[in-house]
């Protein structure tokens, strides 16, 4: 259900019913919607209905076209409508594959909007659809722990994306065709992303095994295997990954991808927004100094034109212009103070961390460690100032204290590092790898 909160218009209400009642007829999907759902084998065969992928496309352009609650709420009312138009009684494969498409829009609506725990419940609900394709759960289950991950939840993480190599672990290898190959490679690299979090990198490796040379190797699994080569120094390599996702995911204008389908935090957008964030971490451990500003500022707008200028996503890649700032100033033995607490404090904002004053406690979960990282790195820019040293040096207490992150310490994470075989990659979910 709506929450009461997001009430619309009569005359909304109305144009939307009027069109759902229409089945979409005049309605063309657009080649620009913001959550790439569609996947090409569903929409060429018989096994999802029609209509149902032009109401998805609809909801996503309509939830897209002002980004407002009211958009929102229309949208959604879209989805819930198209839904309970589906059989509750059949449970056959075109049924079932239909209502897990609606499913995975709505979790993505509510993910972007920070509703969490009501985009997981869109997402569990699919695995019930027993019948549905095996990429519609995969994509699931991997949004899932994605989520999760956001959400620092680590070890349930690690559950979940165990029961996405349970989906594909009856896949019979010698006879999969290639779509099986990427729900393959999709389930391996959430693993391993998980495994990457915990700083297991010898756990992680055995999962990207073989990726180099892997069809499967693209989208989201082609990002998460650049962020192992990245934290494990790889650097030439994972660069060239970086550019190939972006340059893959950027030109794909449509929805005739047969691996396009993907929800929330793994939607292709956020993918090429974490794909470009990482990239321009890379050229600043590469002391590419131009290159890592212009990419980083190319990676805010994206989040901002995606999410609006207040999300704490935008906060995330803030914190990364910032780091590269304070990398610069010391390796070229320069200044920018202004320009790093500018960043920091806009960053902070947006993450909606705690106030200094509040202990933190076992319970804070959600973006701590970009938080941490945020303010430990902006407790730096102060303690190099005389006269704000005291401030800086309660903002590192607090941020220390706040570090979630099991192998590495906060200060590790602030620094880069010739000697060490680990190199600390910042995702966009905001986790430290």
Same mark, same amino acid.
């Given at each position: 259900m709506l929450p009461s909160s997001l009430k619309l218009s009569r005359a909304a209400t109305a144009t939307v019913a009027r069109t759902v009642q229409l089945g979409l007829a005049s309605f063309k999907p657009s080649s620009s919607t913001p959550y790439r759902l569609i996947h090409d084998g569903i929409i060429k065969g018989p096994n999802v209905n029609p209509v149902a992928l032009q109401m998805i496309d609809y909801a996503l352009s309509l939830a897209n076209s002002k980004k407002s609650d009211e958009s929102h709420a229309q949208a959604m009312l879209v989805l819930e409508q198209c839904l309970s138009s589906q059989s509750s009684e059949s449970q056959d494969v075109f049924t079932?594959?239909?209502?897990?498409?609606?499913?995975?829009?709505?979790?993505?609506?509510?993910?972007?909007?920070?509703?969490?725990?009501?985009a997981m419940e869109k997402l569990q609900n699919i695995q019930d659809l027993v019948h549905s394709h095996l990429d519609v759960r995969v994509a699931a289950m991997e949004a899932l722990t994605g989520i999760n991950l956001e959400m620092g939840n680590d070890d349930t993480s690690s559950v979940l994306a165990d029961k996405c190599l349970e989906l594909i672990g009856k896949v019979d290898l010698k006879n999969s065709d290639e779509g099986s190959e990427v729900a393959i490679a999709r389930a391996k690299?959430?693993?391993?992303?998980? =495994?990457?979090?915990?700083?297991?990198?010898?756990? @992680? =490796?055995?999962?990207?095994?073989?990726?180099?040379?892997?069809?499967?190797?693209?989208?989201? @699994?082609?990002?998460?295997?650049?962020?192992?080569?990245?934290?494990?120094?790889?650097?030439?390599?994972?660069?060239?990954?970086?550019?190939?996702?972006?340059? =893959?995911?950027?030109?794909?204008?449509?929805?005739?991808?047969?691996?396009?389908?993907?929800?929330?935090?793994?939607?292709?957008? =956020?993918?090429?927004l974490a794909a470009t964030c990482s990239l321009g971490q890379l050229e600043v451990h590469m002391g590419n100094f131009g290159n890592a500003e212009e990419t980083l500022t190319t990676a805010l707008n994206r989040a901002e034109q995606l999410f609006g200028s207040h999300h704490p996503k935008v906060g995330v890649v803030l914190t990364c212009l910032a780091l590269m700032f304070q990398h610069k100033a010391k390796q070229e033995h320069s200044s920018s103070l202004l320009i790093q607490e500018g960043l920091y404090r806009r960053a902070i904002d947006l993450l909606k961390a705690p106030p200094l004053d509040l202990e933190v406690n076992r319970t804070m979960r959600s973006r701590m460690d970009i938080i941490a990282l945020a303010r430990g790195g902006y407790a730096e820019t102060l303690c190099i100032q005389e006269n704000r040293k005291p401030e800086g040096e309660k903002m590192k207490r607090w941020a220390e204290a706040a570090w979630r992150n099991r192998s590495l310490s906060l200060s590790e994470a602030l620094k880069i590092s010739d000697s060490s075989t680990r190199m600390p990659v910042l995702l966009a979910s905001g986790k430290v790898a």
């Open positions: 079932h594959n239909s209502k897990g498409m609606v499913l995975l829009a709505m979790s993505s609506l509510l993910s972007a909007r920070g509703n969490y725990d009501d690299a959430i693993k391993g992303l998980t =495994e990457l979090v915990q700083g297991n990198l010898e756990s @992680a =490796e055995p999962f990207f095994q073989g990726f180099l040379d892997n069809k499967g190797c693209i989208g989201n @699994a082609a990002l998460t295997y650049g962020e192992f080569l990245h934290a494990t120094r790889n650097f030439s390599l994972a660069k060239d990954i970086y550019q190939k996702v972006i340059q =893959e995911v950027a030109k794909k204008k449509d929805f005739t991808d047969v691996h396009a389908l993907a929800a929330c935090n793994m939607a292709s957008e =956020e993918v090429l």
